[in-house]
C-alpha cells in the first residue's frame, strides 16, 4: 500500500515537471478510387478481323456457283505442344484392373524413373490382362482409351497428362475457306478460336472430341468438298400505321406470278421460299412503301454440306440492340442442284423457332412474322424479317480443277 502511493508520487511529480508539446495533425490526403475489378474498353472489346469480311454482301453480283481450288498440303491439323519419344522399353505382362489412368501410367513408368504429373485428374478407371510390347505404343493404347493426352520431357524425365491439347490447323489462301471452317467450328460449339490470317492457320484448345469434329471436317473436303455460302439481310420494321401489321399478301400482288414457290409456317414467324425476284432490293422496296425499315445486320455465314454453321446477328451489327443474342443456326446437304435445310433461330435462352425447307438452286428463303417482343422490348407491331439467299461454293484440288474446270460442277 506504502510502495503504491509513494510509487504515485512520484509518477505525478514527473508528469508536473515535463513540457507537454502539442503534436502537429498530419495531413489528410485523399486517394482516388479505383475500380474494384477493371474492365475492357467497349471499342477494344469489340475490335473484330473477321467483320470486313464478313459483313458486307454484294447483292448485285452474286454466283449461283464458284469453284476454289486449292493445294494439296493444307487442311493439316497438328497438336502444338511437341513431345520427345518415350525411352525404347518393352513391356511384358502387365496387368492392372480397375485401376485411374494417371496410376497404370505412373506404375507403367516407374521402373524407368519418369515423374508423371496428371494436370486434371483423376481420368477414366482401366482394366488390362498381359499387356505387352513397346513401351510408347503402350502409353499411347492407355491414353487414348481413357481419352487424354501426354507429353514426355527426356530432359527433366517428366510425363504430362492433360485433357486438352492445343492445336494448329492449316488452311488454305481462300478468305472464303477459312470462313467456312470457322463457321462449321463454331456450329459444332467450337470456341475461343483464333485466326492467324498471315500464316492462314487456326488455333485452338480441344480435348478427343474437338479433334475428331475437325479430323471429320477435314475428311469431308476430300470426300465432299460443296460448300453453301448464305448471304443475310436482317431487318427490324415498323409498320406506317402503328395500330395495324404488314399485310405480307401484298408480296402476291406486287411481284411477279409464281414469285413465292412454298410457305412454310414455323412454332414461330413464317417462311417463304421464294424466286431470285425477291432480293435484297426488291425487299426493301416492298418494306418501305409500307413501314419504317431498318437494317439491324448483313453478312455471310458458310455451311459444308451435312454440317451446321451459325451467323450471330450481333457480329454484323450492333451489340446494344435488343436482337444483338440472336443467332441463325442452318445445317445443309446438297444433291442434284436441290438443298435440303434446317434453319433455326436461337437465342442464349434457347430455340426461338425452326424451319425445315427443300428448295432449288437460285431460290431465297424469307423469313417474316417474328414480332419484336421475342427479344424482350415493349414495342407493340414492329416485326423482324430475315432474307437468306443461298449459293454453292465447291473446294477442290488444284490437279482436279485443271482437269474439271471445262466439266459441268453436278
Same mark, same amino acid.
Given at each position: 500500500?506504502?510502495?503504491?502511493?509513494?510509487?504515485?508520487?512520484?509518477?505525478?511529480?514527473?508528469?508536473?515537471?515535463?513540457?507537454?508539446?502539442?503534436?502537429?495533425?498530419?495531413?489528410?490526403?485523399?486517394?482516388?478510387?479505383?475500380?474494384?475489378?477493371?474492365?475492357?474498353? %467497349?471499342?477494344?472489346? %469489340?475490335?473484330?478481323?473477321?467483320?470486313?469480311?464478313?459483313?458486307?454482301?454484294?447483292?448485285?453480283?452474286?454466283?449461283?456457283?464458284?469453284?476454289?481450288?486449292?493445294?494439296?498440303?493444307?487442311? %493439316?491439323?497438328?497438336?502444338? *505442344?511437341?513431345?520427345?519419344?518415350?525411352?525404347?522399353?518393352?513391356?511384358?505382362?502387365?496387368?492392372?484392373?480397375?485401376?485411374?489412368?494417371?496410376?497404370?501410367?505412373?506404375?507403367?513408368?516407374?521402373?524407368?524413373?519418369?515423374?508423371?504429373?496428371? +494436370?486434371?485428374?483423376?481420368?477414366?478407371?482401366?482394366?488390362?490382362?498381359?499387356?505387352?510390347?513397346?513401351?510408347?505404343?503402350?502409353?499411347?493404347?492407355?491414353?487414348?482409351?481413357?481419352?487424354?493426352?501426354?507429353?514426355?520431357?527426356?530432359?527433366?524425365?517428366?510425363?504430362?497428362?492433360?485433357?486438352?491439347?492445343?492445336?494448329?490447323?492449316?488452311?488454305?489462301?481462300?478468305?472464303?475457306?477459312?470462313?467456312?471452317?470457322?463457321?462449321?467450328?463454331?456450329?459444332?460449339?467450337?470456341?475461343?478460336?483464333? *485466326?492467324?490470317?498471315?500464316?492462314?492457320?487456326?488455333?485452338?484448345?480441344?480435348?478427343?472430341?474437338?479433334?475428331?469434329?475437325?479430323?471429320?471436317?477435314?475428311?469431308?473436303?476430300?470426300?465432299?468438298?460443296?460448300?453453301?455460302?448464305?448471304?443475310?439481310?436482317?431487318?427490324?420494321?415498323?409498320?406506317?400505321?402503328?395500330?395495324?401489321?404488314?399485310?405480307?399478301?401484298?408480296?402476291?400482288?406486287?411481284?411477279?406470278?409464281?414469285?413465292?414457290?412454298?410457305?412454310?409456317?414455323?412454332?414461330?414467324?413464317?417462311?417463304?421460299?421464294?424466286?431470285?425476284?425477291?432480293?435484297?432490293?426488291? +425487299?426493301?422496296?416492298?418494306?418501305?412503301?409500307?413501314?419504317?425499315?431498318?437494317?439491324?445486320?448483313?453478312? *455471310?455465314?458458310?455451311?459444308?454440306?451435312?454440317?451446321?454453321?451459325?451467323?450471330?446477328?450481333?457480329?454484323?451489327?450492333?451489340?446494344?440492340?435488343?436482337?444483338?443474342?440472336?443467332?441463325?443456326?442452318?445445317?445443309?446437304?446438297?444433291?442434284?442442284?436441290? +438443298?435440303?435445310?434446317?434453319?433455326?433461330?436461337?437465342?442464349?435462352?434457347?430455340?426461338?423457332?425452326?424451319?425445315?425447307?427443300?428448295?432449288?438452286?437460285?431460290?431465297?428463303?424469307?423469313?417474316?412474322?417474328?414480332?419484336?417482343?421475342?427479344?424482350?422490348?415493349?414495342?407493340?407491331?414492329?416485326?423482324?424479317?430475315? +432474307?437468306?439467299?443461298?449459293?454453292?461454293?465447291?473446294?477442290?484440288?488444284?490437279?482436279?480443277?485443271?482437269?474439271?474446270?471445262?466439266?459441268?460442277?453436278?
Amino acid at each position: 500500500m506504502i510502495r503504491f502511493l509513494f510509487t504515485a508520487f512520484l509518477l505525478a511529480a514527473s508528469i508536473s515537471g515535463c513540457r507537454v508539446i502539442p503534436v502537429r495533425p498530419e495531413p489528410i490526403v485523399t486517394q482516388e478510387t479505383l475500380p474494384s475489378v477493371p474492365t475492357t474498353t %467497349k471499342t477494344a472489346e %469489340k475490335f473484330d478481323i473477321e467483320k470486313p469480311l464478313r459483313c458486307n454482301v454484294n447483292w448485285i453480283e452474286q454466283d449461283i456457283i464458284t469453284t476454289i481450288p486449292y493445294k494439296d498440303v493444307i487442311f %493439316k491439323l497438328e497438336r502444338i *505442344t511437341k513431345s520427345d519419344p518415350l525411352p525404347r522399353y518393352e513391356i511384358t505382362g502387365f496387368t492392372f484392373k480397375d485401376m485411374p489412368a494417371e496410376k497404370v501410367i505412373s506404375k507403367l513408368l516407374s521402373e524407368a524413373n519418369i515423374k508423371v504429373i496428371a +494436370l486434371d485428374g483423376p481420368y477414366n478407371r482401366l482394366s488390362a490382362r498381359n499387356l505387352k510390347g513397346e513401351l510408347e505404343k503402350t502409353i499411347k493404347m492407355i491414353s487414348e482409351s481413357s481419352e487424354i493426352y501426354y507429353t514426355y520431357d527426356a530432359k527433366s524425365k517428366r510425363l504430362i497428362l492433360r485433357r486438352k491439347e492445343s492445336w494448329r490447323l492449316y488452311m488454305p489462301s481462300s478468305k472464303i475457306v477459312i470462313l467456312a471452317i470457322l463457321d462449321a467450328l463454331r456450329g459444332s460449339d467450337i470456341k475461343d478460336i483464333i *485466326t492467324d490470317w498471315e500464316d492462314k492457320t487456326l488455333l485452338f484448345k480441344g480435348g478427343y472430341g474437338i479433334e475428331k469434329k475437325v479430323r471429320n471436317l477435314i475428311k469431308y473436303f476430300d470426300e465432299e468438298p460443296n460448300l453453301l455460302a448464305y448471304d443475310v439481310d436482317v431487318y427490324r420494321v415498323y409498320p406506317v400505321n402503328y395500330s395495324k401489321e404488314i399485310v405480307w399478301q401484298d408480296i402476291l400482288k406486287e411481284f411477279p406470278e409464281d414469285t413465292v414457290k412454298v410457305s412454310l409456317r414455323g412454332v414461330l414467324g413464317r417462311l417463304l421460299i421464294t424466286g431470285s425476284e425477291m432480293n435484297s432490293a426488291t +425487299l426493301r422496296k416492298f418494306l418501305r412503301s409500307r413501314a419504317a425499315v431498318k437494317q439491324i445486320s448483313q453478312g *455471310t455465314f458458310i455451311v459444308p454440306t451435312r454440317w451446321q454453321s451459325r451467323f450471330d446477328i450481333g457480329r454484323c451489327g450492333s451489340q446494344e440492340i435488343a436482337e444483338a443474342g440472336l443467332s441463325i443456326l442452318v445445317k445443309s446437304s446438297i444433291k442434284e442442284r436441290r +438443298l435440303e435445310s434446317d434453319i433455326t433461330f436461337d437465342l442464349p435462352r434457347g430455340e426461338l423457332t425452326r424451319f425445315s425447307t427443300k428448295s432449288r438452286l437460285g431460290e431465297n428463303f424469307l423469313v417474316i412474322g417474328i414480332p419484336t417482343e421475342a427479344f424482350g422490348t415493349t414495342r407493340k407491331n414492329a416485326e423482324i424479317v430475315v +432474307l437468306l439467299s443461298p449459293r454453292v461454293i465447291r473446294i477442290i484440288k488444284s490437279t482436279e480443277y485443271i482437269k474439271q474446270s471445262e466439266k459441268s460442277l453436278f
